[in-house]
Each structure stands twice: as C-alpha cells, then as structure tokens.
C-alpha cells in the first residue's frame, strides 16, 4: 500500500519534470507555449460558459419545483413492468444533464434506502455506467464549432440505456 501512495504522491511531479525537460530538449519555449495553451483554455472556458450555466439553471429548477417527483410518479407504471425502479428515474435523467446533480440525488437515494441496499448498489454503477450527455455534447461540439452532431445524440442514448439496464442487472446479481 505504501508504494501506491508513494506512486500517486509522485506522478504528477514526474510528469511535469519530464514535459519541461523533453520541452527543453526539443528546445521548445516551454513556459510561451504554456502561455499560449491558457489563453487558448480560457477563450474556450468563456465560449461555452453560458452553456453550462444554462445546463445548471435549468437542472436546478428540474429539481426544486418538483418535476423530478412528479416525473417519478408518472414512470411507476411502465418502469416496474420493465424491472426499474421508479426511485432510479430522476437519477436517469439528471445525469444525462448533470453529474454533480445527479450525485445529489444519489446521495438522497442512499440517505433514503441506504448504500448497499439494491436500489444504492444499482444508483451507483448508474452513475459510473452512463456519462453527462447533453453537458458533454454541448461542451466539447461547442468548443470546437461543431453544428452537426449526426448520430452523436442517438448513439449517447442508447449507451446511456445500455448502461441503466447493466447498472440493473448487476445490483441484481450483487443483491442475490
């Protein structure tokens, strides 16, 4: 255990090392580039900022007038014919907007039903199982000018069902 420690506590020193030095070596002006890639970094930062401050508005409202509930209630019945636990719905669809929401609602899932219960296992491989669709999608298309996504959303949403019903499957099989 130690020598991980030892590792992760040294990595990151290591790799700065060795990209000033392999810089140097190809004498490359280390510290301009440097100055370079953060100009570059923050006009891309500014580019998508109202994006994400949309993307936390509207997940913030979602949350505090009630529609997640709302939206659970009406799931119930065709989520349980499916083998879904209504409770997991709102945490489906936040995280497709929002990982530190969904953590949240995650959080309230295990305060609720407790960690290593069968909805807190399966609320968990949820959240590693699926990615922030729609935060992704805007964040990384817009920074880089892209309008036409193609299949780039259909494809996300089928990756993000698969994962729901593995997440499922394996709490299930955890459970038994």
């Given amino acids: 255990m130690q020598i991980i420690n030892f590792i992760s506590n040294a990595i990151v020193p290591l790799l700065l090392f060795y990209i000033i030095g392999f810089g140097l070596l ?22 998508i ?7 936390m508005i509207a997940v913030g409202i ?9 939206f659970s209630e ?3 019945a065709w989520t349980s014919y499916l083998g879904i636990p209504p409770e997991l719905m709102p945490l489906a669809v936040i995280k497709m907007f929002s990982s530190s ?6 959080l309230d899932i295990y ?6 219960s069968f909805l807190g296992m399966a609320a968990s491989v949820m959240l590693s199982s699926t990615e922030t669709i729609f935060y992704t999608m805007s964040v990384y298309f817009l920074s880089v000018k892209i309008k036409k996504t193609r299949f780039t959303l259909a494809g996300a949403l ?18 038994t």
């Fill in 62 to 70: 979602l949350r505090a007038s009630g529609f997640l509930e709302f």
């Fill in 158 to 175: 089928v990756a993000t069902v698969a994962g729901i019903a593995a997440s499922i499957c394996l709490a299930r099989m955890w459970a």
């Fill in 111 to 116: 305060k609720e039903h407790g960690c290593d």
């Fill in 101 to 106: 929401a969904a953590t949240g609602l995650l």
């Fill in 49 to 55: 900022l109202p994006t994400l401050i949309g993307l």
């Fill in 26 to 47: 190809m004498k490359q002006n280390v510290y301009d580039d440097f100055l370079t890639g953060a100009k570059e970094g923050l006009r891309t930062v500014a580019g």
């Fill in 74 to 76: 009406k799931c119930m």
